[in-house]
């Protein structure tokens, strides 16, 4: 039953390696083909820290386009943290997810630099326990509603800070380069 176990925990962190190869390539790529898409498109990608220690990264594709010009995005996220708990015992959570954004800039009437959000979305959820001596490692799967709300400000044209809270990283500050 250990050997099976065991093999599930590496079989895992293999698929959490792919997850996070997948999320990186798909960034990169909207970097690579920002240029050819800017004029129908944009978006941003972006990293952010979290008060409790998470950290993150995000992809954002507007689609008021597709959405009867609504201003509405779909955001793909990735968010860790990690935890010492003792000698050599951790625990760490990861997310993988979408959510859908709209943004209240043109219905608050804001200064355009100014965008208030919200989004809402879902989120795969991984946990692994590590210890040492009769503490076992576990590691587990779940999942769950993902929601978040900000304010994104306009630094220059390229480059947007970002003050969220949400529900797996709690207050979160940001920067995001747009495309």
């Known amino acids: 039953m250990r050997a099976h176990c065991l093999r599930a925990a590496g079989s895992l962190n293999n698929r959490k390696s792919i997850m996070k190869k997948t999320v990186m390539a798909a960034l990169l790529s909207a970097f690579v083909a920002a240029p050819s898409v800017a004029t129908e498109t944009k978006g941003n990608a972006g990293a952010n820290f979290s008060t409790e220690g998470a950290f993150g990264i995000q992809g954002e594709l507007n689609i008021s386009s597709m959405a009867n010009n609504a201003p509405v995005s ?3 996220f990735w968010k860790n943290y990690s935890q010492d708990l003792g000698p050599n015992t951790t625990w760490s ?5 979408v959510a859908g954004i709209y943004d209240f800039s043109s219905v608050a009437k804001l200064d355009n630099k100014v965008h208030p959000y919200v989004g809402v979305g ?7 326990w590590k210890g040492t001596g009769t503490a076992v490692r576990y590691t587990g799967i779940g999942g769950g509603l993902y929601v978040t709300a900000g304010v994104r400000y306009s630094l220059t044209p390229q480059v947007d800070a970002d003050f969220n809270y949400n529900n797996f990283g ?3 500050a940001g920067v995001n380069l747009n495309f």
């Not at 959570?93 to 997810?97: C, E, K, L, V």
Request: charged share 5%.
């Open 74 to 76: 779909v955001q793909a």
């Open 93 to 97: 959570t990861s997310a993988i997810g």
């Open 122 to 128: 879902l989120m795969s959820v991984s946990y692994t």
């Open 170 to 172: 709690d207050l979160t």
